[in-house]
């Protein structure tokens, strides 16, 4: 059985050691070190085993710029979300995106972007058709977009959809 709950200082070495166990490269834990240090981070959750309190996986929320008829609107990137090797095959990334969307929409936020494989994502109600037509480097099949709030996607243009300065570096990594 797993916990979910806002990530601590306590927990910043483990996501950190977790993030470059589960990803190729280091660039996933640099994103989230300079979304922290940018004042970016909206919401970081940590899932920890209820036994013996070791982290079993972690996910980001960082915020956008993002515009719908001239009206900026609240809105955040999921990025990224990972489990540590004997957690997986759980449910603990389903459980800790569940709890993130939970958390924002009681927070009023209006949109949630994802890039990622649109079948996983899915299943949380994330679409490539409601990313759709915002301007944005990352526009395509793998920007996926959540509208919160009742599900309702706000009416009008689709302007841009800008993430997080950082999200620029991993590009470049």
């Known amino acids: 059985m797993i916990t979910i709950a806002p990530a601590t200082g306590h927990d910043v070495a483990a996501i950190d050691a977790l993030l470059r166990t589960n990803f190729e490269r280091a660039a996933e834990a640099d994103l989230v070190r300079d979304l922290c240090i940018a004042g970016d981070m ?3 959750l940590a899932a920890h085993d209820e036994d013996d309190g070791a982290l079993s996986g972690a996910i980001a929320f960082s915020r956008m710029d ?3 008829a001239g009206k900026a609107i609240a809105a955040v990137a999921l ?3 990972a489990v540590a090797a004997d957690y997986r095959d759980q449910g603990v990334a389903e ?3 569940q709890a993130g969307i939970d958390r924002l929409e009681q927070a009023g936020v209006v949109l949630c ?3 990622g494989e649109p079948a996983f994502y899915a299943r949380f109600g994330f679409d490539a058709d409601f990313a759709r037509n915002f301007a944005s480097p990352y526009a395509g099949d ?3 977009a959540l509208p919160l709030q009742g599900g309702l996607m706000p009416c009008g243009v689709r302007e841009h959809a800008h993430h997080a300065s950082a999200f620029a570096n991993l590009s470049q990594s």
Do not use: H, K, R, T
Request: no cysteine; glycine share 0%; aromatic share 12%.
């Open 95 to 97: 459980a800790l995106i």
């Open 66 to 68: 993002v515009a719908v």
């Open 79 to 81: 990025a990224p979300v």
């Open 42 to 44: 909206v919401l970081m």
């Open 142 to 144: 793998y920007l996926l």
């Open 113 to 115: 972007f994802a890039l």
